[in-house]
């Protein structure tokens, strides 16, 4: 099995995440270090990481597909609640995390460089991840964990977010934390460190965005 995958990617961190926890090998490439864009295009049409590429060629790409994918295919240990509220839980998660949080952070990354920056649309992308930051909040209990006290697909969909949570305000020259206003969401962030998978890809992250700056 292969990932298309790039280690800066919040995507792709999720679904590596996942493998690590889930202790599958699989083969890392980075097609926009590795590949010709049309021939990654020729692989999936998205051309977009991550993207799976099982051993009979077929390719499959989004991470929240890729992960319930893996979680089928490789059910031991389980990233998925047997109970159906907590099972809806780690979806939610998910979809905050997709939908109202990497939207903003994708907007900001986009006006990183100041000579080309849309200062509203900086300062929309900011409240707008605020915002998300205090719905997440709601459902997180604080503990070390998204959802039933152990790792879940909530766990990998958030570690590569709060990532970026955390970073992207020295981006902009500001020195705040967006998760202190957020008391569970702080106690989250401290304990799930305790899960070494997690310290992988936090690393594997930092080291990438050290190599972009
Ligand atoms: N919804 C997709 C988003 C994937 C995505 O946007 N990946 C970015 C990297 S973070 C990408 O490959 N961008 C390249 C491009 O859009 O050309 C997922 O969950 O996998």
């Known amino acids: 099995m292969k990932l298309?995958?790039?280690?800066?990617?919040?995507?792709?961190?999720?679904?590596?995440?996942?493998?690590?926890v889930k202790g599958i090998d699989v083969e890392m490439v980075d097609p926009f270090a590795d590949l010709e864009p049309d021939a990654f295009r020729a692989l999936t049409p998205l051309?977009?990481?991550?993207?799976?590429?099982?051993?009979?060629g077929w390719v499959l790409p989004e991470s929240e597909t890729i992960c319930e994918y893996i979680e089928q295919m490789h059910p031991e240990p389980s990233l998925l609640p047997s109970d159906p509220k907590e099972r809806a839980k780690v979806r939610l998660i998910g979809r905050i995390g997709d939908l109202y949080m990497l939207a903003p952070l994708t907007t900001l990354f986009g006006n990183i460089d100041p000579s080309v920056r849309d200062h509203?649309?900086?300062?929309?992308?900011?409240?707008?991840?605020?915002?998300?930051?205090?719905?997440l909040d709601n459902y997180l209990d604080g503990s070390g964990h998204a959802?039933?006290?152990?790792m879940s697909l909530a766990d990998c969909a958030l570690v590569p977010i709060?990532?970026?949570?955390?970073?992207?305000?020295?981006?902009?020259?500001?020195?705040?934390?967006?998760?202190d206003a957020?008391?569970?969401?702080?106690?989250?962030?401290?304990?799930?460190?305790?899960?070494?998978?997690?310290?992988?890809?936090?690393?594997?992250?930092?080291?990438?965005?050290?190599g972009m700056q």
Not at 47 to 56: C, G, I, N, S, T
Request: glycine letters at 6%; proline letters at 4%; hydrophobic letters at 45%.
């Open 182 to 210: 957020h008391e569970k969401t702080t106690k989250y962030w401290q304990g799930i460190f305790d899960e070494p998978a997690v310290n992988r890809v936090y690393e594997e992250m930092d080291s990438a965005l050290k």
């Open 162 to 179: 709060l990532f970026f949570v955390r970073r992207i305000p020295q981006m902009f020259g500001k020195s705040i934390c967006l998760l």
């Open 47 to 56: 051309a977009k990481v991550p993207a799976l590429q099982l051993d009979d």
């Open 120 to 135: 509203d649309k900086v300062v929309a992308a900011f409240t707008e991840l605020k915002t998300a930051l205090g719905w």
């Open 147 to 150: 959802v039933g006290g152990k």
């Open 4 to 20: 298309y995958n790039n280690d800066l990617s919040p995507f792709s961190a999720r679904c590596r995440l996942m493998f690590y």
